[in-house]
C-alpha cells in the first residue's frame, strides 16, 4: 500500500515542483528587470547628449519612412499572416492578431505617435529635472535601461490608442511647436555672433590655420569672414532672383513674402555696418539673410495651389529634409552647450546659479546639484516640432503624401522668417536705444 501511496504522490509532486519552478523564474526576472531599471548607469555629460541625439534621430528617420512611404506602424502577433484590414486590434486567426493595421498607423498617423512617444520621454525629464539636485543629474545621465523600458512601453502604448487620442495632440501641437521655431531663430542669431567673435579673437592670437599655416598678419580669420559672408548674400540675392522667376507674381502671398523679407533684410544689413550698431557684423546679417530667405522659400513651396506653386506637383522630401536638418543642427547646438556648462560645474564643484565664488574641485565620482529643465523643455519643443513638420502642421489629408503643403505651414514659416529679422533687428538696434543696459 505504501509504494501505490507513493506512486500516486509522484505526479503531484512533479506538479507542485513545476510550479515552484515557474514561480522561481518569474521572480527572478521580475527581481532582474527591477534591478535593471534601478542601475544608475551614469554616463558623461557628452555620452548622454549623444544618446538623447540619438533617439531623436532614430525617431525622427523612421516617422519619415513611416510618413513619406506610407508604411504602418504595426505589429503582427501569431503564427498566421496578417493582412491589410483596416483596424487597431484585429482577429485574423484564432492564433494571429494584428495591431494597429491598415491605414490607422500609416502616414500621418505612424508620425504623430513617434512624436507622442518622443514628447512624454522628454516631458517627463523635464520634470524629473527641473530642481537643480543630484537626482536632477541622475535623471538626466542615468537610468538608460529604465529609460529604454518606458520608450518601448509608450511606443506599444500608442498602438492600442485611437486616432481621435492624436488628433487632440496634433491640436495642441500647433500652439506648441513655434516655441521651437523662436528658440531655433534665437539659437542662429547667437550663433552668427559667436562665430564672428571667436573668429576675430583667433586673429587677434594668430592663430595658426588648421596648425599648419601661420597667421602672422592676424587678417587670415577676417578674410574667411568676408568670404562666407560674400557666399551667404551672393547665394541669397540669387534666391530672390529665382523666387521672382519661377513663382507666379500675380498671387499675392508670393510677392508679399519675397518683398517684405529682401526689405527686412536689407534694413538689417545696412544697421549692421553702421555706427548704430558698433557691435554687428556682416556675418551675422548673411546668415541671417540667408536663413530668413529659406523660409520664405519654404512658405511659398508650402502653398497648396498649383497656379501659385510650380512645385506642387514636384516632391519636395529634400525640402522636408533640410528643415530637418536645420533643427537638427541647432539641437546639436543646444547639446554641446548644455554639456559643456554641465562638464563645467562637475569640476568646478560649482552650484547651479553660479553663486559660489571659490571653485572647489570636486571629487572624483561626485556628482554636483544641477538642473537641465531648459535643455528637456528644448527637445519637447522639437519632439512636438518634428510632427507638426513632418504632417503639414497636422493637416489630416493624405492625398499628396509626398508633397508638404499646406495653408497653415506656409504662414507659419513666413510668419517665421519675419519674426526672425525682427528678433535680429531688435539685437542690432537695443544697445543704441538703452545705453545704460548691459546687453552683453
Request: glycine share 6%.
Amino acid at each position: 500500500i505504501s509504494d501505490r501511496v507513493v506512486a500516486e504522490a509522484l505526479p503531484c509532486s512533479y506538479r507542485h515542483m513545476g510550479a515552484c519552478l515557474g514561480s522561481c523564474v518569474a521572480t527572478c526576472a521580475a527581481t532582474a528587470c527591477c534591478k535593471a531599471c534601478g542601475c544608475t548607469c551614469l554616463l558623461s555629460p557628452f555620452a548622454a547628449n549623444v544618446l538623447y541625439c540619438t533617439l531623436f534621430s532614430v525617431a525622427t528617420i523612421s516617422a519619415l519612412i513611416f510618413r513619406y512611404e506610407q508604411v504602418p506602424l504595426r505589429i503582427c502577433l501569431g503564427f498566421s499572416d496578417c493582412d491589410d484590414t483596416n483596424g487597431q486590434w484585429t482577429s485574423i486567426s484564432s492564433y494571429s492578431y494584428d495591431l494597429c493595421g491598415g491605414d490607422d498607423c500609416a502616414g500621418h498617423w505612424a508620425a504623430f505617435r513617434l512624436s507622442f512617444m518622443l514628447s512624454c520621454f522628454f516631458g517627463i525629464l523635464l520634470l524629473c529635472t527641473t530642481c537643480a539636485s543630484k537626482f536632477a543629474v541622475y535623471a538626466h545621465r542615468g537610468f538608460w535601461i529604465a529609460k529604454v523600458m518606458f520608450i518601448v512601453s509608450v511606443t506599444l502604448a500608442t498602438l492600442f490608442m485611437p486616432n481621435d487620442a492624436f488628433a487632440y495632440f496634433a491640436w495642441v501641437a500647433r500652439f506648441v511647436a513655434p516655441g521651437f521655431l523662436i528658440y531655433q531663430m534665437i539659437f542662429f542669431i547667437d550663433f552668427g555672433y559667436k562665430f564672428n567673435t571667436t573668429l576675430c579673437d583667433w586673429d587677434d592670437a594668430q592663430k595658426s590655420v588648421l596648425c599648419c599655416s601661420a597667421n602672422e598678419d592676424g587678417v587670415w580669420y577676417k578674410r574667411l569672414l568676408l568670404t562666407l559672408s560674400v557666399i551667404c548674400y551672393v547665394t541669397t540675392f540669387t534666391g530672390v532672383g529665382l523666387l521672382f522667376h519661377y513663382f507666379d507674381q500675380g498671387c499675392a502671398f508670393n510677392p508679399l513674402a519675397i518683398s517684405l523679407t529682401l526689405a527686412f533684410l536689407l534694413i538689417n544689413t545696412v544697421i549692421s555696418v553702421s555706427k548704430i550698431a558698433m557691435h554687428g557684423a556682416i556675418i551675422t546679417s548673411g546668415f541671417i539673410s540667408l536663413y530668413t530667405m529659406w523660409l520664405a522659400y519654404s512658405a511659398m513651396a508650402s502653398m497648396p495651389y498649383e497656379d501659385c506653386n510650380p512645385l506642387y506637383n514636384e516632391p519636395t522630401a529634400i525640402t522636408t529634409g533640410i528643415s530637418i536638418g536645420i533643427a537638427a543642427f541647432s539641437m546639436a547646438g543646444v547639446a554641446f552647450n548644455a554639456g559643456n556648462r554641465e562638464n563645467r560645474r562637475a569640476m568646478t564643484g560649482k552650484s547651479a546659479n553660479d553663486q559660489v565664488t571659490v571653485d572647489v574641485p570636486a571629487a572624483d565620482g561626485e556628482v554636483q546639484p544641477a538642473s537641465f529643465w531648459s535643455y528637456h523643455l528644448v527637445m519637447l519643443l522639437l519632439s512636438v516640432y518634428m510632427s507638426m513638420l513632418l504632417t503639414n502642421w497636422g493637416q489630416s489629408n493624405t492625398d499628396n503624401a509626398l508633397h508638404s503643403s499646406g495653408v497653415a505651414s506656409a504662414w507659419v514659416q513666413l510668419g517665421s522668417s519675419w519674426l526672425c529679422s525682427l528678433l535680429y533687428f531688435w539685437t542690432l538696434v537695443a544697445p543704441a536705444l538703452f545705453p545704460d543696459r548691459d546687453f552683453s
